[in-house]
C-alpha cells in the first residue's frame, strides 16, 4: 500500500475480528545493517517479545499471535526484496499477512499486537514528508519530477521543435521570431498542462520551479490556479541535466520546509487558542473528551506518549473506570489511551502532527485543535 491518508485510513477501517492484528516496523536500512542478518536479528528480537506477551492472552489469541510472528519471519527471509528500501511494514492475522508497506527512509523497530493495525509509524512519516513536484523548464525542453517518502523519481521529460534564431535581417527575421516565440509558448502551455494533470490525478502538496530565471518566471504565469498556488519558493538556478543526487538534496531541503512552515502556522494557532475551550484543548483528558465528541481537527503527539485507560461499551474513551462507565458499560481496560486516541482521529479524517518531544506542547503529551 502506498503512504497516503485514504489508504491509512482504510487499513484502521478493517473490521475487527477474534483474531488480533500484528503490527511489525523493521528498519532494513543498509548504511546500517549491511547484511541481511543484521536486520533478521532485530525482527527475531521484535517476534520474540511478541511471543512473550502471549502468557497475557486466550489460548486462541495467542495461538494466531504465534502464526502471525511465524509469517512475518518467513517472508522477510524469503520474499523480502530489500533493494531500495530503508524501512518495512507488515501487518499479520490469523497467520496470514494482509498488507505490506515498503519505503526508502528508515523506521523505528515496533511491533504490536491489538484488535486493529498500529498506524502511528505510518502518521508519522506521512506528518514530515510531502508531494513535491519539480519542473526545470528551457525554452525548449523539460524535465518534470517526483519527491516523496525520500525517492525522486522522473515524472517525464519534454523536448519541443522550437527552432534557434533565425540570422537574416528585416522583416523576414521578426516574422520568424514571432514564430519562435508561439513555439515557445506553445512548449510551455503544454508542460504546464502535464502538471496540471499530474496535480488533478495525484496531488501536489507544493511545486518547485528551476531553469533560466526569465524562463521560469515566464512559465509560472501560465500555470493553472490551483498549481500556480502550491508554487514553493524562487525559481532555483539548476540545469535541465541535473542529475538524481542534487535533485533529492534540494528537494528534501524544500521539505523540511513545509513541515516547519506548517507546523509553525498549526503551533500559532493552538497558543492563540490558550484559555479558549471550545477551539483547543490541551492534556490526556482534554483531548480525550474532544475525541469521544469527535470534535477533533488537528491532534499533536508526543511520539512515545502512553497512558492506559478505558473504554466504554460505546467506544468513549476515558483515563478513569467511573468516567468510561459513564458513557455505558461493561467498560474494559485500554493498554495505552494515547494510541487509541491517534487511531479515532485518524478515522474521523483528522490531521496528525507528531513531536520527537514535549516542548512544542508545553509538556502536555497530547493537544488539538477543535472543529466548530
Known amino acids: 500500500m502506498d503512504v497516503t491518508s485514504a489508504e491509512i485510513r482504510t487499513l484502521v477501517d478493517r473490521p475487527v475480528t477474534d483474531a488480533p492484528v500484528t503490527s511489525v516496523y523493521l528498519n532494513t536500512d543498509g548504511a546500517r545493517f549491511p547484511r541481511s542478518a543484521d536486520y533478521e536479528a532485530r525482527l527475531d528480537a521484535l517476534l520474540k517479545d511478541v511471543r512473550a506477551a502471549d502468557a497475557c492472552h486466550t489460548d486462541a489469541v495467542a495461538r494466531c ?128 498542462e502535464i502538471l496540471r494533470r499530474l496535480a488533478e490525478d495525484e496531488g501536489i502538496d507544493a511545486l518547485v520551479l528551476a531553469g533560466p530565471h526569465e524562463e521560469a518566471v515566464e512559465f509560472r504565469r501560465l500555470l493553472h490556479p490551483y498549481v500556480e498556488k502550491v508554487v514553493h519558493g524562487d525559481p532555483l538556478s539548476l540545469p535541465v541535466e541535473v542529475g538524481a543526487d542534487e535533485l533529492t538534496k534540494r528537494l528534501t531541503q524544500v521539505e523540511q520546509e513545509l513541515v516547519t512552515s506548517r507546523r509553525r502556522e498549526l503551533l500559532e494557532r493552538l497558543a492563540a487558542a490558550h484559555g479558549q475551550a471550545e477551539k483547543a484543548a490541551r492534556g490526556v483528558r482534554h483531548v480525550l473528551e474532544a475525541v469521544n465528541a469527535k470534535r477533533i481537527e488537528t491532534l499533536f503527539v508526543v511520539e512515545g506518549a502512553g497512558q492506559p485507560g478505558y473504554r466504554s461499551s460505546s467506544g468513549a474513551l476515558a483515563l478513569h473506570e467511573a468516567d468510561a462507565a459513564a458513557y455505558g458499560t461493561p467498560v474494559e481496560p485500554v493498554d495505552d489511551v494515547v494510541d487509541e486516541v491517534i487511531e479515532q482521529a485518524v478515522r474521523s479524517g483528522a490531521h496528525i502532527e507528531l513531536f520527537r518531544d514535549g516542548t512544542r506542547l508545553d509538556g502536555h503529551p497530547v493537544a488539538a485543535l477543535l472543529r466548530f
Open 65 to 192: 499471535v504465534d502464526a502471525d510472528a511465524d509469517a512475518i519471519a518467513r517472508w522477510v527471509r524469503t520474499e523480502f526484496d530489500r533493494a531500495g528500501v530503508k524501512g518495512l511494514a507488515l501487518f499479520a492475522s490469523d497467520g496470514t499477512i494482509f498488507e505490506t508497506v515498503t519505503v526508502a527512509l528508515g523506521i523505528r523497530n515496533i511491533a504490536r499486537v491489538d484488535a486493529r493495525p498500529y498506524v502511528v509509524p505510518l502518521e508519522a512519516l506521512l506528518g514530515r514528508h510531502h508531494r513535491i513536484a519539480l519542473v526545470i523548464i528551457e525554452r525548449d525542453k523539460a524535465r518534470i519530477l517526483r519527491h516523496r517518502l525520500g525517492v525522486t523519481e522522473e515524472y517525464q521529460a519534454i523536448e519541443s521543435d522550437v527552432h534557434g534564431q533565425h540570422e537574416q535581417g528585416g522583416w523576414s527575421q521578426a516574422r520568424f521570431s514571432r514564430g519562435i516565440e508561439h513555439e515557445r509558448l506553445h512548449h510551455f502551455k503544454d508542460t504546464a
